[in-house]
């Protein structure tokens, strides 16, 4: 079977004799997996070794429990991206199936951290599990590699009085608090999509916007009217300040959930066709339904003006 996912942009095989293994899913690579990437990075600087980032996809859960599959942070390629920044030289993403659920703590081991990777040094979070039904833990993890030619090293979880977790980050998110994500996630929430033709309502009421469908089986800030930045990932890499809605625009029927960007203080901007990431700054409000086009027009640039604040 196969075990490796290619992933454009995760790294060559590392061509040493060995390496710096750390290992989770990492969804979001929120400040807890970044810590484990930093110690892993002091180890490797050390031992002149390069470090591997383990991680799985899909989902471990979506795989033995798809109706509690959580709605991810990042998808597959923006975690690579995200791992690599944080101080990978490499990153395996593990095809995860059942077959690969079935396989024993040692069976994992040797597969992936002895046959494939020649692991000397492996960094995980003090709770860290693996194996078929999670039966491995940082003991026997440390007791495999003490007869397998690797040591272990297990790092504190990090965080205040809540540890720091991509759950809390999907809470927060779900909440609107994507001023609370960004605290845990390091950098703001984000969204990422390809920019769509609307109904081009905003155009005709002085504020068009760049309109990006909600990413299926994503996690995106619950329904209201936020302040961000939007980033056009194309090569001009252009960064502006935005108001931007999440949801269904309850004032107009027929609406499908999208996130629509209106970019503040430029003029003849066409987004369209173009890959966009949206970076959540502050909620604004939540969403309202209005009951006449000019009692919105005057919240949209009051909106705007608030965001502008926030932004400036």
């Known amino acids: 079977m196969a075990i490796w996912r290619d992933v454009k942009g995760a790294g060559a095989a590392p061509s040493t004799a060995s390496t710096v293994v750390t290992i989770g899913t990492f969804d979001g690579v929120h400040l807890g997996h970044q810590s484990l990437l930093a110690q892993a990075r002091s180890v490797a600087d050390a031992s002149g070794e390069p470090v591997v980032a383990v991680t799985f996809d899909p989902h471990p859960v979506s795989v033995f429990a798809p109706d509690r599959a959580p709605?991810?942070?990042?998808?597959?390629?923006?975690?690579?991206?995200?791992?690599?920044?944080?101080?990978?030289?490499?990153?395996?993403?593990?095809?995860?199936?059942?077959?690969?659920?079935?396989?024993?703590?040692?069976?994992?081991?040797?597969?992936?951290?002895?046959?494939?990777?020649?692991?000397?040094?492996?960094?995980?979070?003090?709770?860290?599990?693996?194996?078929?039904?999670?039966?491995?833990?940082?003991?026997?993890?440390?007791?495999?590699?003490?007869?397998h030619g690797f040591a272990v090293e297990s790092v504190e979880l990090a965080g205040g009085s809540e540890e720091y977790s991509s759950s809390l980050v999907r809470r927060l998110v779900g909440e609107g608090d994507v001023a609370g994500a960004a605290a845990v996630l390091g950098r703001p929430a984000e969204v990422t999509g390809t920019v769509v033709h609307g109904d081009h309502r905003g155009r005709e009421l002085g504020y068009p916007t760049a309109n990006v469908p909600v990413p299926a089986g994503l996690a995106t800030p619950s329904d209201g009217v936020y302040a961000?930045?939007?980033?056009?990932?194309?090569?001009?890499?252009?960064?502006?300040?935005?108001?931007?809605?999440?949801?269904?625009?309850?004032?107009?029927?027929?609406?499908?959930?999208?996130?629509?960007?209106?970019?503040?203080?430029?003029?003849?901007?066409?987004?369209?066709?173009?890959?966009?990431?949206?970076?959540?700054?502050?909620?604004?409000?939540?969403?309202?339904?209005?009951?006449?086009?000019?009692?919105?027009?005057?919240?949209?640039?009051?909106?705007?003006?608030?965001?502008?604040?926030?932004?400036?």
Request: charged share 25%; net charge negative.
């Open 228 to 312: 961000a930045w939007v980033l056009d990932l194309g090569a001009a890499g252009e960064r502006w300040p935005a108001a931007v809605s999440v949801g269904d625009n309850p004032t107009f029927e027929g609406v499908d959930r999208r996130v629509e960007s209106f970019v503040i203080d430029r003029t003849g901007l066409d987004l369209y066709g173009h890959r966009i990431r949206v970076e959540f700054v502050d909620r604004l409000r939540g969403m309202e339904a209005f009951d006449s086009l000019d009692s919105l027009v005057v919240q949209m640039a009051a909106d705007v003006d608030r965001a502008r604040q926030i932004l400036s």
């Open 71 to 147: 709605r991810l942070l990042t998808d597959v390629e923006r975690r690579v991206e995200l791992l690599l920044a944080g101080g990978a030289d490499a990153v395996r993403v593990l095809a995860f199936d059942r077959a690969m659920a079935a396989w024993s703590p040692d069976d994992f081991a040797q597969r992936v951290l002895v046959d494939d990777l020649q692991a000397a040094h492996v960094v995980v979070g003090e709770n860290f599990t693996y194996g078929s039904k999670a039966a491995g833990d940082v003991a026997c993890l440390a007791d495999f590699g003490s007869g």
